[in-house]
């Protein structure tokens, strides 16, 4: 474990091993924490060095203000990486930590060689979605616990809800650890944050999209569509949302592909 201060609120992050390829930062997503790369860690940690971070508000980092943007997050990054003195690195996000590559993709291109998204997208959000946003942070502030199960159980599959039972359990109790004003200001940063397509299509770099096929959260053919669009190249995972617990080998698989 190590971490940094930043503006004021302390950021956790691990470093793990060490190799001839370009370190990898590895980003959660919403309501996770480092903790889910711990299977892939295992598995790449001798061909490179790996950096998880707990993003502001998650796992054991603080939070820093009422609204958590990807900008925000994507500055928090940065800080990590010059703490350690790295100036080249390849990036995966999952979801939520999707949003913030693209944004440290848009503000600092030049550290970056490789960008992963996963079960993400580069699209900003819809309408509906901003209004589904809305009102969940007001579900937030009037009980938490309720939100929080609700919210990790809807991302799987229903074949997964009975096979991974312990695990979401798990992820909830977790996520229930964090502070509802964290959870809120997660919510508020991913509402307005802006579109990136243009960014990954110029982008000249490697870029890979993962996208699962029982994604309740999005749309198989939309991200299939966007992919082409920005020039990514596409895989296809298996089962819902959270493919780092429902895909794992095949996931697995992909990340050895990140140059």
């Known amino acids: ?6 503006k004021g609120a302390r950021i956790n992050f691990k470093v793990y091993g060490s190799g001839v390829k ?12 480092l903790q889910i790369w711990e299977p892939i860690v295992k598995e790449i940690k001798n061909e490179r ?32 990486l010059n703490s350690l003195e790295v100036q080249e690195i390849s990036i995966a996000g999952h979801s939520m930590g999707g949003y913030v590559s693209l944004e440290f993709l848009k503000n600092f291109s030049m550290m970056v ?14 309408v509906e979605k901003r209004l589904i946003r809305e009102r969940s942070v007001k579900l937030v502030g009037r009980n938490k616990k ?38 809120q200001a997660a919510l508020i940063g991913m509402k307005i944050r802006t579109n990136y397509l243009e960014v990954l299509k ?10 699962s096929e029982e994604d ?16 990514s190249e596409f895989f296809r995972l ?6 780092y617990m429902e895909d794992l080998s095949n996931l697995m698989q992909k990340m050895h592909f990140i140059d």
């Open 202 to 211: 110029n982008y000249e770099g490697q870029k890979m999209i993962l996208a």
């Open 238 to 243: 298996e089962n819902g949302h959270n493919s």
């Open 22 to 33: 370009r370190p990898l930062v590895l980003l959660h997503g919403f309501l996770e924490d």
């Open 146 to 183: 309720a939100y929080i199960r609700m919210a990790i159980s809807n991302l799987y599959s229903e074949k997964s809800r009975d096979r991974f039972e312990a695990e979401i359990e798990n992820l909830q109790l977790r996520a229930l650890k964090m502070k509802s004003k964290n959870v």
């Open 113 to 126: 060689k490789s960008i992963v998204l996963i079960n993400s997208t580069p699209a900003e959000d819809s």
């Open 216 to 231: 309740p959260i999005l749309e198989f053919s939309e991200i299939e569509r966007i992919s082409g669009e920005t020039n």
């Open 49 to 80: 060095q790996v950096i998880c971070i707990d993003l502001p508000g998650h796992g054991k980092s603080e939070g820093i203000s009422e609204v958590h943007s990807m900008d925000l997050m994507a500055q928090v990054v940065y800080e990590v």
């Open 1 to 6: 474990m190590a971490n940094i201060e930043f």
